[in-house]
Structures are given as structure tokens and as C-alpha cells.
């Protein structure tokens, strides 16, 4: 009975354990979000950015509801009066975003996964790595195979052929004279028969190609890290590319995007950065390109009106009959921008990721599955919901509600 | 009795021309000349053939592995907040030429207008646009339009380099006037605040005044109404609240007054419930067969002479007296129209097209006989479309030649172009010192000016406008001036020294101190309309002193001789403001259904006497309608000549000949206009300073001359299955009222007489194939309520960038619409002039969930969709034509050139389209495409998509909103501009929808288009009903189905 009991108790314990551990994990998640959602544009949690640094923040304040009181709308705290406040008010000519929108308990959340958090490598994306998988590649092999089995049967077709001529000796028959194997007609049949296939293959697969531009990684007019922005400071994609959520383009920031972290960060001061080539890049020279572009001096007010724009290259380029529509995909498919786009957090500069072919889109379109249950859009199927229900069927793919279609992408 | 319904003679006689012309879908000569000396001597021998292949090949291999483009992605410099790239805004502005008022919505993509929508929010318009309404966003991108501030030495353009500088040059000449009178002459201004400003700016130059010109004159009615009612106005009509209409000469619902206003309110009363079917009663009296006598329900013709007879006998009919018609059949019908008249107890309605105020004065003692006057007719709301009085101008004119005008500003009007003695203007212009224009083209009257200082288009500016008294309609900038213009008010403002040196600001001011806040200024911005709390009607004070006068006057006929003349405005054209516009050139006339051109519209009777055409012969039918070649009469109207293709309209009076206005522009214009018809405004008669748009007494002869006039009505032809439209009197349908449904119960009882399942049984194919889980996309046309306008036409050519392939194009079958709205006439076989009815019937692809044409694609290029979508793929067709062959609605349209320009350069084109094509293809009208939509490259077949990029963006935003799709909340092009809801489309999966009920709770008129060759369209009609009491036979419905068996 006692041992019964023990073990009963086992299990009452690690539910008791995996509960809690789950909680707190599902917390510091959120916190995680919030922060990268929040305060990631302008504060690293270990260095200064637009804003300080966040590590050790509960322990400068002298209480937790000011700092709260702070970040829902910092001019309230100013007028406390508190010390502090008034000091680290002046930390950068850059105001904070009042976030009156935030809940005590995110706020919560938010510190404690600053109190929590230790450096470590960003981890690569789940959807990432999974289409970055290649394939086993045994075409090697099989070449090997062929050739070697080519080679045996023209040993095999000269023994025939000099064991007739051998037996037409014995018997007396009249030799042709021997032909070099160069001017061999059945050889040069052969061979001809091989290049043509050989090349057909080569041009056709080429022509194919043509028009794509998996891997093109231009210069850029201004050597703009991802990886800086995206990887190290976890800066949200939306925050830049909030088109990507609102309609066909993601957009690519307009230049006083730039300017709202830049006022204040000048100067560039992490790892070494590289170009392609390997050539290093003066990171502090890259922002002071953007600031002849912005028509900024540091130091003087901006005045937009100044500003010129920035010609960008274009890299992930659609031929013009394909309709995509980033808000489907990212809004209401709740797909990772990495899928299409590769680990763009630790691109130095940005390469095409995909070859955005049609059969690539399809793929991905037969195997995704539809945010069929989340969305109330999906309610109208009535019968795969059924199925669902039934166990006939667990999830809907893009395929099966007619995302492969013509008109899904061509009008 | 039997009624054949019949598109063209042809088909009316079964010819063999018509025969031979309708059996090649794809009219297309071999491109070598078969002579006998073979092949190498062609145009084209086989050696040039294979080496244009292999260089062909070689310079697309040397071109192919080339390095690719590279493009540039240039983001805003400051992003304004409501902007995003790739989404469309959306702002209410409202359409105004000249007096023509809509309320609208532009639609603006990455800061171009490229669509226009009506505004549901406006209680006149209730959503409902025009042909005109929706192509004017073209006008904005015409490469035509002024650019500059110019002076005009001897025709030319010289550029004034800034507004300041040509603001000087006005004061050096104003200065120099030395006080002689200013005049503003203007078309007509709705505008509340301009009429403030005008007031102003008149007032610093005494002696000056301000003109009213409108190009085709409603001075006959604002003076009867002045004498019959004390106000120089027009009153608010009520045609929904009319059970028996009369229309004298009036096309209300093309172009009369506010043809979008009346086509919503008239089809309140066309709409037909099947448990209790009534209908309201349109009577036509008309010399020329109008879209609205099209429309009606019974039709009768007189001599254009005679309008007044008629007018005055209706008079005499309501109010009892003797009736003095010689004509039997229009004498019964107008007893008939004033029996009905009378009986409506007030809900009845008389209309007229006259200019003469003795007519008009006619009309308004009919209404008050009749009770119309404070129902129908609503004095309390006047309607400022139209404010011209001709007398006016002719005082203008006289002044002008006496050298007593000092300086003349014009806006909007173009007397040179559209008065009958243009010539006598043009020479008084001459007298005028300083001559301005404010014109946005070098038109006809703007060339003879000393100056012009281009208007901006309406997208361009800001405004307001009040189409009818206390209802404002805002005009508000979509995109920043494309050129050097400037509002013309602005002009009036600086040269008149106001303290307001822009429009803009004046335009605020002036409302500011109306809506009281800034508030209630942005408001009417957003919903671009303010109207009164309350809608009020009443009834004005009648005074019918004149009308004795007005009877004696105009109730004898005119002297008249053998031929008459009528000029009437083209739905399309109108008075030829927008005759630049490649959209409505192209558009094809509801009636007559020729493009690009206007000609001389005669009766089948007219033809036979005059050209010895008899259409009842199958030889001159063909002779006639295959041919495009028309025979060319020559008209005489007091000494001027027009010569004139000549076009055949059963229900024309025997003795008219119908002639449109608004074709022969200068060339200044647009290069749309260039060899588009003649200008017939010169053959308008004015007498006693009355411009009366006919001519009683025109000499008639034939010539040996033929001229190509583009009609599109025999290129699409249905092999002889009349069935596609269904038609009947109400009184047939209230005695037989399962005539149409049997005909669908008859195709149950034969193919599904297992399951009752037409749809499923009726077919070899697997039944899962038709499982939509999803939506299920259906539309739902009701011929009852189309009036044939042709606004969808348009809409669709601007949604889906259809493109213009010109006249030449047109006459070779190679149009490109992908709505096109069929005419269908039903009358007596042996008798065509006497047409009983008129069917509207637009065709579009059917979306056929059982598709003919999607079988014989070799390489899948159309296909079906899960949403019942018959699918086109641009970039896999390979332009082998067997789906358009195949297609038994003849919707398909083949690409035979590069109209698009999509994959040539401009150069390569020359000579392979038309110059109007090559124009739209400059980079300033190609502003006007819609993003969305690919352009379609030559070789490869398009048709109509369902507008499935409005389909795929609002199943977006659903999703966006996680939630299903509503309901009305996509709408197609053709739909949303609908003026008269004709077009409902759907889901019709969701049993709630507009669509679903119409299919599910009308089945005594709805049918499918050919039901029987089970292609199962996703599109159904409503078969019409005319309110008339003829009652045909009915044909046994039921055929045996051992018959049907063999």
C-alpha cells in the first residue's frame, strides 16, 4: 500500500512540478513578446540604445509603481517630483512612447523576463530551418554508377565485337579492316545521343532558371544590417515593415522610420561587420549615409522636409502577372516572415532567400496548414468543420480550400 | 398572335449572309495573298519565315542571358500616416460637368484616382453612376489636356512661365478696358459657393454680368415653369412615387436632366414581386427611339412637327376634351396614356424633352390636371442642373458683335462647338477685347480666345455643388494637379483683388460659417454629401394663364415638310463635353449599338422608300446589316449639308431622321475625337432667340457613297438559341404565371426524373465535382430593371483595364468588352418598325460550374475554381481560340494585338493597332490602370473574371477581422455602378444573401441563360415583364419526352 501511495504522490508532484514550470514559462514568454513587441525599438536589455539599458532596472527605481507609472506615460512620473525620474528624463534628447495601453500585469511580465534574461544566441526559427533542410544530394553517386556501368558495356561491346572478329578468323571468313574507334559509327551515334541528352537537360534546366534570382544579394546604398536590428536588438520586422500586416506590400521603411532610433543612435558600436566579400564595414559611417540622405546633423533639430530618398535595391522581385499579398500570409496565415525570406536576423546583408518559383509557392501551399479554427473566416466550411469534428480529418490545408488554384495568385 | 424576338435583321429573316457571317466565330484572312504563283512569292515565303525563326532564336537566347534589370525600391521620404503602399484610400468627391451632377467616391491607389464608385450616402444618387460619371477619371490622364498657362497667338500655345506673370499680363489688360463690361460666361454652375464669388467678383466691375450657356438648352422649361409656377427653376422629380409615367420626347433615363437620379427612382417601380405583380406604367411619345421609349411599356411615334399636337391633345384628353390627332394608333394610345393618367389619383408623372416653352407650359397643365403637382412633382427642392436661358446668350451675342463687351471669361461653355450659329459667335468673339478661357482643353471655342489658364480636373480640385436646393455634394482633391492648372474661381479672386487669393480657402471659409465647426466640415468631407434632416415635398401655386396661349401656339402643327430632322445626346457622348474620352467613344449605343461614330437613324419604312432596302428581303438585309459598309444620305437643313451613314432603327417615325450631337470635335481635343462623326448642333433651328433641337423641313437624298460605321451587334451570335432571353406582357404572366418555370420543370421532368435534381443528375459527370464548401460566388440580373445605360460597360473597362482597340478594331469583331449589354427587339416578324418591346440583357461570363470552354483548353489555361469561378490564366494561354469557340455565350475575347502594349515597344505597334490604342498607351493614361489587374499581352484570351481581385480583397479583410465574409460587402464593377440595381452578386452558399433569395423565393421568372445544354452558369436572369395587357400564347411548355428522347 505504501509504495502504491509513493507513487501516487510521484505523480501528484511532477504534475504539481510541470505546472508550474509551464506557467512560469508561458510568463516569461509573454513577457518576451511584449518586450519585443514594446520596448525592443529602442532598449536592448544589456546595452544603450535609444533608451538605456533595462538589466538591473527594478533595483535603480526607488519603487516599482513609479516605474510602472513611468512606463504607461512618463510625464506623470516626472511630476511626482522623484529624483530619478527627473534624472534619467534628460538621459537622451529622444522622449519615451507613453504605453498607457499596457497592463499592470504585462508590465509584470515584461520585467520579469528582464530580471530573467541571459545572454544567449538568438535560436534559428522553427519554419526556417525546416524549409533550409537540403535534400539528400545522390546524383554524385549515381553518376559514379552510370559511368562505371557505360565503361562495362563498351568493355563488354569491344570483346564481343573482337571475339566475332576472332571467330571470323577461325572460320575463315574475309576481316574488314579494323576501324579506329573515332570513326566507329555505332561510337559516334552513341555519343552524339549522350550530349544531346546531357545538354538538353543542362539547357532546359537553365531556361528554367531563367528570370529567378535565388541567392542575389546586391550592394546596398547603405550597408543596412539585418542582423544588427533584427538579430542583436530584436527589433520586431513590423515595427519597419508594418505593410506586411495591412496590405499586398511589406514596405520598406521610409526614411523617418530610420530617424526615430537614429536621432539618437550615431554611432555604431558592436561586433566588427562584414560585406559579403568579407571587406569590413565602419558601421558608424553607414548611419552617418543615412543622415546625408535624412538632411540630419546630430545635435540640431531635423526637419524632415530636407530629406531625400533612399534608392534601395529591389530584391525579392514577383514577375508582374503573380499577385502576393503579404497581410494574407502574415496577418491572416500567421506565417514567420523567415519562411520566405531565410534567417534574416543574422543576414549582414540581405540575400534572396527562396528562389520564388511557382513551384516553391505551391509547395508550400500544398503543406501549409490554414489557421482553420483560429480564424472566423473558416466558419463557412461547414463540412470540413464537421469532418474535423468527426476525427475524418485534423487539419485543412491551404491545397484543400482551393489555394492552388489559377486565380489565387494569376488575374 | 406571335412575337419574335430578334437581334439584327439577319436574324429577324434567317438570311444567308448572316448565316455565313455568324459561322466563323473568328472572321480572319490567311495573311498571303493565294494567287497561283505560290507560296515563295507570298509576303511571307518560307525562307524569310525560318530566318526571322532562327534569328528570333538567337537574339532571344542573347537577350535572355543577359543580366536581369535591376529595380529600385524607393520608400516615402515621411510616410504619411493614412497612407500605406499597395492599399487604396478611398474619398468622396462628386463628378460635375457642366450642370451633370453625381455624388462619388474615387477610389485612389498609391496616390492615383483609378475607379470611380457612386456614394451610397447621397439620397439623390443612392450609390448609382453614369457611363459618364465612371469613365471621367480617363479625362483626368488626357494627353490632350492643357498644360500651362498659355496666350494664344493665331492657334498656338505660347506658355506664360508662372501664374504671376500671366496674372500680370490680365491686370495690363483688364486695366486697358477702360470700363467697359466684364462678362462670365459659364455652362451651367451648381456650385454654391462659386455663385457667391461670381456675385463678388461681378460687383467689382460694374456693368459686368454673368451668362448661363448650356450646350443643349433647357430654356423652354425654366421659362414655362417661370410663367406656370413664378420661379425660373426646375422642380424635383419623383419617378418612384409614379404609377403611370408619360414621357414626351424625354430620355430621363439616358439623358435628361439626371438620368442616375431618375434610373434609381424609376426602377423602384419596374421591380416585380411574383405573388402580387405589378408594375408602374411607362408611356412614350417620341419621334426616334430613345434608350427610355426602349425601356417602355407601350411606345408610340409622331412627327418631330407635331410635339406640340401631341402635348396639347394629351392636355385636351385629361381635361375631358376632343382629341385632334389624325394619326389612329397615336390617338388611341394617348386616350389610353390620359385614361391612365387620370385614374393614378396623383401618383403619375408627364415628362418632356422639349425646348419650347409653349410645350413645356402644356406639360405643366397636364401635371396639375392630373393631380402630379406635390406628388410626382416637388416644388419645395428645385433642381439646379440646368440653368441656361437661351435669350441670354443671343443678347450676349448681340452685345458682343456691337464691341459693348469689354472682356469675356469662359468656363465650361464652348459655344464655338455647340451653338447652331457657331459661326455668327466666332465672329462676335472677334469684336471682344480681351478674350479668356478657362477651359482644360484647346477646344473649339478656347482656340479663338486671347488666353487661356487650364482648369484643373475635378479629381484635381476643390468644390462643392448642389444639385437640388438644400442637397450639397463636396468635391475634394485626390491627387496634386498633374499640371500647370489652377481652379478657374482662383482666377476670379486674384484678378478681382480678394483678400482670398485661393479657392480653396474661400471654399472653407464659406462653409465654415454654414456647418458652424470644423468638425461638421470634415464630416461632409468623409461622407462628401450634406442634405436636410428632413425631405420635404409640396406642391407648387399653379398659375395657368399662358396655357390657353401655349395650346394655340403650339397645338397646330408646324410646317413641315416630307423629312424631319431630330438631333438627340448619345447616352455615351451626351453634348460632346467628354467626346475625348476613349472609354465612351467605345461604348457602345445602348439602341443602335455603333461605336465611335454618329450617323443618321432611320426607319426599316424610311430605308425601303429612300434606299430601296428591304429588310424583309433576305438579300437587302445582308446588303445592309453584314455588310459594315452604310449606304450615305445626304441631309439639306436650310442650306447646310450633312452626308451621313445611315443606320436602321425599327421604331423610328417613318418621316424622322435621328442625327446625335456631340461627334465632329476639333482634333485639339483628344485624339479620341479624330474621324468620330460629324457635328451636327448646326442644323438646330433658332428661331425667336428658342433653339429648337430639330428641323421640320430637311430635304433627303441618297448617294452612291458607303461609310464603315462600327456596330457590334452581329459579331456574337447564339446558333438560333432564342431562349437566352425571356420576355412577356404582364398580363400573359398574371394569366400564365409558371410560363417560364415550366419551361425549367420540363428539363427536370426529361433529365432528373429520378431525383427532381437537374443539376446533379442532368450530367455524366461525378456530382462532387459541383461541392463548393466555401463560397459559392453567383450573380442575379434582372431584366426587368436594366435600362441598358451602359455604365457597367465602362466601370468594367476601368476595373479590369479593358483595353480600347478603336474603330478598326470594332468593324473586324475585335472589341474587347468583357460586359456587353445584348439589344433585343420583339416585334411582329413581317412588321420590325413595330417594335412592342425592347430587351436590355447584359452578358457577361456565366461562370458555368459545368464549362464548355474549360474542356477543349490543350493546356488548362481556364479552368474551375472551389468558388464556382471559371478561371483565366493569362500567362498559360496559348491563344488556340477552341474555349471561345466553344463558348456558348460568346463572352471570350481574344487579344489579336498588343493593345496593352504589355510586352512591345511603342514603335512595334505602329500600324498593328489603332492610333487611339497607341495613345492610351502613353505613360500619362496608363496612370488609370488598375495595379490589381495584369495587362493582358497580345495572343492570349481574356474574359470576365468576376472582378476577382475585389473578390480576393474582401475575403482579406474578413480574415484580417476573423470573421466570415459579409453579404454586400463585395461588389463587383458592373454592380456597384449599376444606377438601378439591376446586378445583385453574392455568395450563394449563404442562404441569407441577396443573391440566394432572389434564386430561391422568384422561380416564376428566373432562369439560366440556355439551361438546357446543362453548362450550369453561375449567373441567372429574371425574364422581363412589360406592363402592357396583350396576352400571347403560350406554347405548350411541355414537349413529350419521347420527343425529346430521339
Known amino acids: ?411 | 398572335m406571335s412575337n419574335k424576338i430578334w437581334q439584327s435583321f439577319g436574324a429577324l429573316g434567317k438570311s444567308e449572309g448572316h448565316q455565313a457571317n455568324v459561322a466563323d466565330e473568328f472572321r480572319e484572312e490567311l495573311p498571303f495573298e493565294a494567287d497561283d504563283k505560290g507560296l515563295m512569292s507570298a509576303n511571307a515565303p518560307r525562307r524569310d519565315f525560318l530566318k526571322y525563326l532562327g534569328f528570333s532564336t538567337v537574339a532571344a537566347t542573347v537577350a535572355a542571358s543577359c543580366e536581369m534589370p535591376v529595380k529600385k525600391a524607393i520608400p516615402f521620404v515621411s510616410k504619411p500616416d493614412n497612407v500605406i503602399p499597395g492599399v487604396a484610400n478611398y474619398y468622396a468627391t462628386t463628378y460635375v460637368q457642366d450642370g451633370d451632377v453625381v455624388s462619388v467616391v474615387a477610389k485612389v491607389r498609391d496616390g492615383r484616382p483609378i475607379k470611380i464608385e457612386g456614394n451610397d450616402l447621397s439620397p439623390i444618387f443612392q450609390g448609382g453612376t453614369s457611363a459618364r460619371a465612371q469613365a471621367s477619371v480617363l479625362d483626368m490622364y488626357d494627353t490632350k489636356r492643357l498644360r500651362f498657362p498659355a496666350q494664344i497667338k493665331e492657334g498656338k500655345l505660347v506658355e506664360v512661365s508662372t501664374f504671376d506673370a500671366f496674372d500680370k499680363m490680365i491686370a495690363d489688360e483688364m486695366a486697358k478696358l477702360n470700363g467697359a463690361p466684364v462678362v462670365l460666361l459659364t455652362s451651367t454652375i451648381t456650385s454654391p459657393s462659386t455663385k457667391q464669388l461670381v456675385g463678388e467678383f461681378l460687383a467689382k466691375f460694374p456693368g459686368s454680368r454673368h451668362v448661363t450657356y448650356d450646350a443643349v438648352s433647357y430654356s423652354g422649361m425654366l421659362l414655362a415653369n417661370e410663367a406656370a409656377y413664378g420661379k425660373r427653376a426646375i422642380p424635383s422629380y419623383h419617378f418612384d412615387n409614379a404609377k403611370v409615367i408619360v414621357s414626351l420626347g424625354a430620355d430621363f433615363l439616358g439623358t435628361w436632366l439626371s438620368p442616375v437620379e431618375f434610373a434609381k427612382q424609376y426602377s423602384k417601380g419596374r421591380k416585380i414581386d411574383e405573388k402580387n405583380p405589378t408594375l408602374s406604367k411607362h408611356y412614350q411619345f417620341e419621334s426616334i427611339m430613345s434608350m427610355t421609349g426602349a425601356n417602355a411599356d407601350e411606345r408610340f411615334t409622331h412627327k418631330p412637327s407635331e410635339a406640340g399636337v401631341v402635348a396639347a391633345a394629351l392636355l385636351a384628353a385629361v381635361t375631358g376634351g376632343a382629341v385632334n390627332v389624325a394619326d389612329a394608333k397615336l390617338k388611341a394610345g394617348l386616350s389610353k396614356a390620359a385614361a391612365d393618367l387620370k385614374a393614378a389619383g396623383g401618383a403619375a408623372l408627364v415628362v418632356s424633352g422639349s425646348n419650347d416653352s409653349n410645350v413645356q407650359l402644356i406639360v405643366n397643365a397636364i401635371n396639375e390636371a392630373i393631380g402630379a403637382n406635390g406628388k410626382t412633382i416637388n416644388w419645395a427642392v428645385t433642381s439646379n442642373y440646368r440653368q441656361g436661358v437661351d435669350a441670354d446668350f443671343e443678347t450676349l451675342l448681340a452685345d458682343m458683335s456691337a464691341g459693348k463687351v469689354g472682356a469675356l471669361l469662359i468656363a465650361g461653355a464652348n459655344p464655338a462647338y455647340t451653338y447652331a450659329k457657331a459661326e455668327a459667335f466666332k465672329k462676335a468673339l472677334a469684336a471682344v477685347i480681351l478674350t479668356v478661357s478657362f477651359n482644360t482643353r484647346l477646344d473649339e471655342t478656347t482656340e479663338l480666345c486671347k488666353y487661356v489658364v487650364p482648369d484643373h480636373h475635378y479629381l484635381e480640385s476643390w468644390g462643392d455643388a448642389e444639385p437640388k436646393s438644400g442637397y450639397y455634394s463636396f468635391i475634394q482633391p485626390t491627387i496634386a494637379p498633374l499640371f500647370k492648372t489652377r481652379n478657374w474661381q482662383d482666377n476670379l479672386l486674384k484678378w478681382s483683388g480678394n483678400a482670398t487669393t485661393e479657392y480653396a480657402n474661400y471654399l472653407k471659409a464659406y462653409w465654415m460659417t454654414k456647418l458652424g465647426s470644423q468638425e461638421n466640415w470634415d464630416a461632409a468631407l468623409r461622407d462628401g454629401v450634406v442634405v436636410p434632416a428632413e425631405a420635404t415635398v409640396a406642391a407648387g401655386t399653379f398659375n395657368g394663364a399662358g396655357v390657353a396661349a401655349a395650346v394655340a401656339a403650339a397645338g397646330t402643327p408646324a410646317k413641315a415638310g416630307t423629312w424631319e430632322v431630330v438631333l438627340y445626346e448619345k447616352t455615351a457622348i451626351g453634348s460632346g463635353a467628354q467626346a475625348s474620352n476613349p472609354w465612351l467613344q467605345e461604348m457602345p449605343d445602348p439602341v443602335t449599338k455603333a461605336t465611335w461614330d454618329n450617323y443618321a437613324t432611320i426607319s426599316a419604312a424610311a430605308a425601303k422608300e429612300l434606299l430601296g432596302i428591304d429588310l424583309t428581303k433576305n438579300g437587302d438585309a445582308d446588303r445592309y446589316e453584314v455588310n459594315p459598309k452604310k449606304p450615305v444620305i445626304a441631309i439639306k437643313v436650310n442650306g447646310k449639308e450633312m452626308k451621313l451613314p445611315v443606320i436602321i432603327v425599327p421604331g423610328t417615325q417613318k418621316n424622322t431622321i435621328g442625327i446625335a450631337v456631340g461627334y465632329g470635335r476639333s482634333e485639339n481635343v483628344g485624339v479620341a475625337v479624330k474621324g468620330a462623326g460629324q457635328n451636327a448642333y448646326p442644323l438646330a433651328t433658332i428661331a425667336n432667340g428658342v433653339v429648337t433641337y430639330a428641323a421640320y423641313d430637311a430635304t433627303v437624298t441618297a448617294t452612291d457613297e458607303l461609310y464603315e460605321v462600327a456596330q457590334n451587334q452581329t459579331h456574337n451570335s447564339y446558333e438560333g438559341r432564342m431562349e437566352v432571353v425571356k420576355e412577356t406582357s404582364l398580363a400573359t404572366f398574371k394569366k400564365h404565371p409558371e410560363l417560364f418555370k415550366a419551361q425549367r420543370d420540363m428539363l427536370v421532368h426529361d433529365y432528373a426524373s429520378k431525383t427532381g435534381d437537374y443539376r446533379n443528375e442532368g450530367s455524366l459527370y461525378d456530382p462532387r465535382l459541383n461541392d463548393r464548401p466555401g463560397v459559392h460566388w453567383g450573380m442575379s440580373i434582372d431584366l426587368n430593371t436594366c435600362t441598358g445605360c451602359g455604365a457597367c460597360v465602362v466601370a468594367c473597362n476601368a476595373e479590369n483595364n479593358v483595353p480600347v482597340v478603336g474603330k478598326t478594331e470594332v468593324l473586324r469583331g475585335h472589341d474587347m468588352h468583357w460586359i456587353r449589354i445584348d439589344r433585343y427587339f420583339v416585334s411582329d416578324a413581317a412588321n420590325p418598325d413595330d417594335v412592342k418591346d425592347v430587351i436590355f440583357m447584359p452578358m457577361m461570363c456565366q461562370h458555368c460550374d459545368n464549362a464548355p470552354c474549360e474542356n477543349v483548353c490543350p493546356v488548362a489555361a481556364t479552368n474551375h475554381s472551389s468558388e464556382g469561378l471559371n478561371q483565366m490564366t493569362y500567362n498559360r494561354c496559348i491563344g488556340t481560340r477552341y474555349c471561345a469557340n466553344n463558348c456558348p455565350y460568346k463572352v471570350r475575347r481574344f487579344n489579336w494585338a498588343d493593345y496593352t502594349g504589355a510586352d512591345s515597344f511603342a514603335d512595334n505597334q505602329v500600324g498593328h493597332v489603332s492610333d487611339v490604342t497607341l495613345e492610351m498607351n502613353d505613360d500619362l493614361y496608363r496612370m488609370v490602370l488598375n495595379p490589381d489587374v495584369t495587362v493582358r499581352s497580345r495572343g492570349v484570351i481574356e474574359k470576365c473574371s468576376f472582378c476577382v481581385q475585389r473578390l480576393q480583397a474582401g475575403k482579406l479583410e474578413a480574415k484580417k477581422q476573423s470573421r466570415p465574409i459579409k453579404d454586400g460587402e463585395v461588389k463587383t464593377a458592373c454592380q456597384s455602378a449599376c444606377p438601378t440595381n439591376a446586378i445583385e452578386f453574392g455568395d450563394s452558399n449563404d442562404k441569407n444573401s441577396v443573391v440566394r433569395n432572389m434564386r430561391d423565393h422568384s422561380p416564376l421568372r428566373m432562369y439560366y441563360a440556355l439551361e438546357q445544354i446543362h453548362v450550369l452558369p453561375n449567373v441567372n436572369y429574371m425574364a422581363k415583364i412589360r406592363n402592357t395587357d396583350e396576352v400571347m400564347e403560350v406554347a405548350a411548355a411541355h414537349k413529350p419526352a419521347e420527343e425529346a428522347a430521339h
Open chain 1, 1 to 411: 500500500m505504501s509504495k502504491k501511495r509513493k507513487a501516487s504522490l510521484h505523480i501528484i508532484t511532477s504534475f504539481l512540478m510541470l505546472f508550474v514550470a509551464g506557467f512560469t514559462q508561458v510568463q516569461a514568454q509573454d513577457g518576451k513578446a511584449l518586450f519585443n513587441a514594446n520596448c525592443a525599438s529602442c532598449h536592448k536589455i544589456d546595452k544603450d540604445l535609444t533608451g538605456p539599458a533595462l538589466q538591473g532596472i527594478e533595483d535603480r527605481w526607488p519603487s516599482k509603481d513609479l516605474l510602472k507609472t513611468w512606463i504607461k506615460n512618463w510625464p506623470d512620473a516626472v511630476k511626482t517630483g522623484d529624483a530619478y525620474a527627473l534624472k534619467i528624463k534628460d538621459w537622451s534628447p529622444a522622449a519615451m512612447t507613453s504605453f498607457t495601453s499596457l497592463q499592470d500585469a504585462d508590465i509584470e511580465a515584461i520585467l520579469t523576463y528582464i530580471r530573467e534574461w541571459k545572454p544567449a544566441t538568438p535560436a534559428p526559427v522553427a519554419g526556417a530551418t525546416a524549409a533550409a533542410k537540403s535534400e539528400g544530394d545522390n546524383s554524385l553517386l549515381f553518376g559514379v554508377i552510370t559511368l562505371v556501368l557505360a565503361l562495362v558495356a563498351l568493355i563488354l561491346l569491344q570483346v564481343n565485337s573482337n571475339l566475332r572478329k576472332l571467330a571470323d578468323e577461325r572460320d575463315g571468313l574475309p576481316v574488314e579492316a579494323a576501324v579506329p574507334f573515332y570513326k566507329n559509327k555505332t561510337y559516334l551515334a552513341l555519343t552524339t545521343v549522350i550530349l544531346f541528352i546531357v545538354a538538353g537537360v543542362y539547357i532546359s534546366k537553365g531556361a528554367v532558371g531563367l528570370g529567378r534570382s535565388k541567392d542575389y544579394q546586391p550592394e546596398q546604398p547603405i550597408y543596412y544590417s539585418h542582423k544588427v536590428h533584427a538579430g542583436v536588438n530584436q527589433i520586431n520586422c513590423l515595427y519597419c515593415h508594418g505593410g506586411a500586416q495591412e496590405g499586398k506590400h511589406a514596405n520598406i521603411p521610409s526614411v523617418n522610420v530610420c530617424m526615430n532610433c537614429h536621432m539618437a543612435i550615431n554611432e555604431y558600436k558592436g561586433e566588427p561587420l562584414y560585406t559579403a566579400d568579407g571587406k569590413e564595414v565602419n558601421g558608424t559611417n553607414e548611419i552617418k549615409k543615412l543622415y546625408e540622405y535624412a538632411g540630419f546633423t546630430p545635435g540640431q533639430p531635423w526637419d524632415p522636409s530636407k530629406a531625400k530618398p533612399i534608392e534601395w535595391i529591389k530584391i525579392h522581385n514577383l514577375p508582374d502577372h503573380v499577385y502576393f499579398n503579404h497581410a494574407q500570409h502574415v496577418k491572416a496565415g500567421q506565417v514567420a516572415c523567415q519562411t520566405c525570406h531565410g534567417e534574416i536576423q543574422n543576414m549582414g546583408e540581405v540575400k534572396q532567400f527562396s528562389d520564388l518559383s511557382m513551384g516553391w509557392c505551391i509547395n508550400c501551399h500544398r503543406e501549409t496548414k490554414v489557421q482553420f479554427k483560429d480564424n472566423g473566416f473558416y466558419s463557412i466550411y461547414e463540412k470540413f468543420h464537421e469532418d474535423m469534428k468527426n476525427g475524418k480529418m485534423d487539419s485543412v490545408t491551404v491545397e484543400m480550400i482551393g489555394g492552388t488554384e489559377c486565380q489565387k495568385c494569376h488575374y
